[in-house]
T-cell receptor
């Protein structure tokens, strides 16, 4: 079974540019999550999709961040325009729908550097 | 607010036993997870505790005391490959899917 995949693995952009991160969850997982780890800080929750619907987006930093999951399969996280403080590792995770295990399966992350 | 504390670093010797503690203060605790993360890789699930007591899974065990806001991860028969970061995370009432993380404990296993 393929795991959670993320693309790209690394991205270096300049302040003010736009970046789109992609996450492909494990097939059949209706729950999809985005997290971010800024250097020296703990991993922080950004948002949670159930299928194509945003269940909880309480962790999204501001309106420069837009997450989508059209069709309830893969998800994208767009940062526009990027700021220096957006640098960090963005993790995606997926899990089964309610009734299954609460275990979240993580992707390897996208390391974003904003210069 | 939510607060989760773990030691920053620990060292241990191959073959030994190590205990990594995690304390939490949260509003409406639901359950506690332990994840392992090797440098540059994805966090991988180790254990989930929702009730008080010890959960054993091979060389790894996890304990939870809800009344004390305390958990520990016990690693036995340490191997070099156990050198990694160990992350404690909790979920709270209202959204049992949203993980709230500690900073993680970096464990170095020496020969």
């Amino acid at each position: 079974e393929a795991g959670v995949t993320q693309f790209p693995s690394h991205s270096v952009i300049e302040k003010g540019q736009t970046v789109t991160l992609r996450c492909d969850p494990i097939s059949g997982h209706d729950n999809l999550y985005w997290y971010r780890r800024v250097m020296g800080k703990e991993i922080k929750f950004l948002l949670h999709f159930v299928k194509e619907s945003k269940q909880d987006e309480s962790g999204m930093p501001n309106n420069r961040f837009l997450a989508e999951r059209t069709g309830g399969t893969y998800s994208t996280l767009k940062v526009q325009p990027a700021e220096l403080e957006d640098s960090g590792v963005y993790f995606c995770a997926s899990s089964q729908l309610a009734g299954g295990s609460l275990e979240q399966f993580f992707g390897p992350g996208t390391r974003l550097t904003v210069l | 607010g939510q607060n989760i504390d773990q030691p920053t670093e620990m060292t241990a010797t191959e073959g030994a036993i190590v205990q990594i503690n995690c304390t939490y203060q949260t509003s409406g605790f639901n359950g506690l997870f332990w994840y392992q993360q090797h440098a540059g890789e994805a966090p991988t699930f180790l254990s989930y505790n929702v009730l008080d007591g010890l959960e054993e899974k091979g060389r790894f065990s996890s304990f939870l005391s809800r009344s004390k806001g305390y958990s520990y991860l016990l690693l036995k028969e340490l191997q070099m490959k156990d050198s990694a970061s160990y992350l404690c995370a909790v979920t709270v009432a209202g959204n049992n899917r949203k993980l709230i993380w500690g900073l993680g404990t970096s464990l170095a296993v020496n020969p």
